[in-house]
């Protein structure tokens, strides 16, 4: 019998498809890093023309969130695909099944047919199981790499199938529309939250509509010539500063963004990491909005 070599480290990373998420956190991690010490350098005034410190900061946020959230929405995009073409791989299984194959030689005759965004995934699940892996070990790891309910059920029982024996191809086949209804669950759920995140957004850019109309109209009155009145009104208690006012409501417009943004990622699809995105639009909006329009930050 001829021993089968192991694939190396950098081949499981990609089999198992950590390596390009182990590329994002790495570049992810330098970019904030760089740019929290450009922050402390700042602070120390070590350099002064290149910005204050709390932009530096910001900068941070936004380079973190916007390489990781733009990965995470490519990546959610690819495995929406590939949850939607599933059923189908999980159905040819079944004929196959039929026809007399094994399990295994049914997974590796499937990757030769074209399943669109799921037949690179497809062809790692047979590369796995030609390198010796088992068929359960190559079908949990894509369940990890995709890590979606419907293929994390799906594989749970051809997997249970696999080890029970009987008809193996009438369980493919309840696999194969239990996961096309559960798509169709999440569909609908989608769909029905987008207004959800809609209203979000709405919401968000009102509240800097409504900072952006105090700091240009309300508080140049305040500070003018009514400055005075105010303050006698307040017993003494000095005369307002524009640079004292706008600088709250900028933090409180980063923090109103941030929060929004991960509340916007849970009604879309109820997970946090999808939050990321939504937080790089909206904590970059209320920069620009604060840099170039409103000013004094």
Not at 51 to 66: E, H, K, M, R
Request: proline share 2%; aromatic share 12%.
């Amino acid at each position: 019998m001829v021993d089968i070599p192991e694939p190396g480290f950098f081949k499981k990373l990609i089999l198992t498809g950590q390596l390009t998420r182990l590329i994002i956190y790495i570049s992810t991690g330098v970019s904030v890093t760089i740019f929290v010490l450009l922050a402390v350098l700042s602070m120390l005034e070590i350099i002064k023309s290149w910005g204050s410190p709390v932009d530096f900061i910001i900068f941070a946020i936004l380079s973190g969130t916007g390489i990781y959230g733009i990965y995470e929405y490519l990546h959610i995009r690819r495995i929406y695909k590939i949850d939607s073409i599933f059923p189908d791989f999980v159905r040819d299984l079944a004929e196959s099944r039929r026809a007399g194959m094994t399990f295994t030689k049914a997974i590796l005759f499937s990757a030769k047919g074209n399943y669109g965004m799921l037949t690179p995934e497809i062809n790692k699940i047979a590369k796995q199981v030609s390198w010796g892996s088992s068929v359960e070990e190559a079908l949990n790891d894509f369940a990890r790499r995709v890590n979606t309910k419907a293929i994390r059920r799906t594989v749970s029982l051809i997997i249970e199938a696999s080890k029970s024996g009987g008809n193996v191809a009438d369980v493919l086949d309840v696999a194969s529309r239990d996961a096309r209804e559960i798509k169709l669950l999440e569909s609908e759920r989608r769909s029905n939250m987008a207004s959800y995140v809609v209203v979000t957004y709405v919401g968000m850019f009102v509240f800097l509509a409504i900072l952006v109309i105090l700091c240009s109209t309300f508080l140049p009155a305040m500070t003018g010539s009514g400055a005075e009145k105010l303050s006698g009104a307040m017993h003494g208690m000095g005369s307002i500063k524009m640079s004292d006012i706008i600088p709250v409501f900028y933090y409180a417009a980063l923090v109103q963004g941030f929060g929004s943004g991960i509340v916007a990622g849970v009604f879309e699809d109820g997970n946090l990491s999808s939050g990321v995105k939504h937080v790089f639009v909206m904590v970059l909006s209320v920069w620009f909005i604060f840099k170039f329009v409103v000013g004094g930050v």
